[in-house]
């Protein structure tokens, strides 16, 4: 990757990165932020625009490369460490991760790896760091394969995952959990949505191809394509005129499952950013109404965006889905979309800073907000009709069990099965794991309310 650092190397600062600072010193600290609880993309976006694009792309490719790995790295830190940092030094410690990093998985010449880095730390006002990260990457490439193969004795560094989340996934997915762990540390691909109102899903295949962009049918959805290699969204042609959109595959489900008719009322609960909500329109046109909900005002500005773009209209409302009040509360659905929060352990390979901040504490918290929100959204479900039940979530906690113990207290509830090639048949519901089928960790239950 060509490479250059946005500043003279040696400039220092007193606190802080310069406007101007490599970018290692960016990213680190970045990576401080997210290690202190700010999510990945929440310090990604507060960074200011500055710099040339491959400089941000940088940024970016050792920012999600580091919280990728970051058990490994921390506990290669440990390794290399005489002593630990003291906190107030975080940044120092993001710097020592990335450098590995880079000496891991980058294709950047090793010398100028460990070079930049080394000088990251004097652009970010701590001169005395230097010496310290040159010495410590110096010693990873001296003794690099003694190290690799001391990490690899501990199953937490060897597959990069918190020792929680390993457990919990051995335990729910015993025949899998290896598969699972090394595909959430792959690159995710970039999939797409034709909007099939616009332009046919092979007829789009055919005018990427008229723009040297290869890309493949997602297989078991109607209108989706998997790229060959990522890019900007302003690449896609149409993409400004509505004829396509970025949903994983997984996620694309959503709307076939909905078995949705001419005339019906739908609420999409929990919508932000939309993308469920706008596949639910382009698939069927003669619906009565879309109405999506979020409790997030800020986030349910990026739904208006992509209705204005997609040429889609919907009633779009803030609303609490575990407490439903207003107008939008007082209709009843024949359809009900809850893609509930959640732990999203399924979609690690696209937001891998869930191994940092996401904790063992917060899967109960998140199992009681979506049985509140179940029990809510059951009650403006018209009779005969359906609501899916969905998460990004890869833990039966969220998943099949919550649906059973929803299943025990509604005697109006029925399952309706989930029969098909894709994914995976649980005690209830169906469930798609990361990296099969190009597809992300997605879990689905279609529940019917008796008529």
């Not at 600062?13 to 490599?22: I, L």
């Not at 609880?37 to 710099?51: C, H, I, M, T, V």
Request: glycine content about 10%; charged content about 20%; proline content about 7%.
């Amino acid at each position: 990757m060509a490479e250059r650092p946005l500043g003279p190397g040696g400039r220092t600062r007193r606190k802080g990165v310069c406007p101007d600072a490599s970018p290692r010193a960016v990213a680190a600290g970045i990576i401080r932020q997210v290690t202190e609880g700010r999510s990945l993309s929440e310090a990604l976006a507060r960074q200011p625009a500055k710099g040339l694009p491959q400089q941000r792309s940088l940024v970016q490719e050792l920012c999600y490369g580091v919280m990728r790995w970051h058990p490994r790295l921390s506990a290669l830190a440990a390794l290399l460490l005489e002593r630990p940092l003291k906190p107030k030094d975080g940044d120092i410690h993001a710097l020592i991760l990335l450098g590995c990093y880079q000496l891991l998985h980058m294709r950047t010449a090793p010398h100028a790896a460990v070079t930049e880095t080394v000088e990251a730390a004097r652009a970010l006002g701590k001169p005395w760091a230097a010496g310290l990260i040159n010495g410590v990457l110096r010693r990873f490439q001296r003794e690099r394969e003694d190290l690799l193969a001391l990490l690899d004795q501990n199953p937490v560094a060897r597959h990069a995952y918190p020792a929680w989340l390993l457990e919990a996934l051995q335990a729910a997915w015993p025949g899998r959990w290896q598969a699972i762990a090394e595909a959430a540390n792959q690159r995710p691909p970039m999939s797409l949505r034709v909007n099939q109102r616009r332009i046919q899903c092979a007829d789009y295949a055919v005018l990427l191809a008229n723009h040297g962009i290869s890309c493949a049918a997602i297989p078991h959805v109607s209108c989706g394509l998997v790229l060959g290699r990522p890019l900007d969204v302003s690449e896609l042609p149409g993409f400004s005129e509505g004829h396509v959109s970025v949903q994983d595959g997984g996620a694309q489900l959503a709307a076939g499952l909905l078995d949705l008719q001419p005339g019906q009322r739908v609420l999409d609960a929990c919508a932000a950013p939309g993308g469920k909500s706008c596949h639910i329109l382009e698939t069927e046109p003669g619906l009565a109404s879309l109405t999506a909900i979020d409790a997030d005002a800020g986030r349910l500005g990026r739904l208006e965006e992509n209705l204005r773009r997609l040429g889609l209209e919907a009633g779009v409302h803030v609303g609490d889905a575990a407490s439903p009040a207003g107008g939008w509360a007082r209709h009843r659905y024949d359809r009900i979309l809850l893609d509930a929060p959640c732990s999203a352990t399924g979609v690690i390979r696209r937001h891998p800073d869930i191994k940092l901040l996401r904790r063992p504490g917060d899967i109960p918290a998140l199992a009681g907000l979506q049985s509140r929100m179940l029990d809510a959204m059951w009650s403006l479900l018209a009779p005969g009709g359906m609501l899916l039940y969905s998460t990004c979530s890869l833990l039966p906690e969220e998943n099949e069990r919550q649906v059973r113990q929803f299943l025990q207290r509604r005697e109006d509830a029925r399952e309706r099965p989930i029969e098909g090639p894709w994914g995976h048949a649980r005690s209830h519901g169906r469930q798609t794991l990361p990296g099969e089928q190009t597809m992300d960790g997605f879990y689905y239950a279609r529940l019917e309310k008796a008529a």
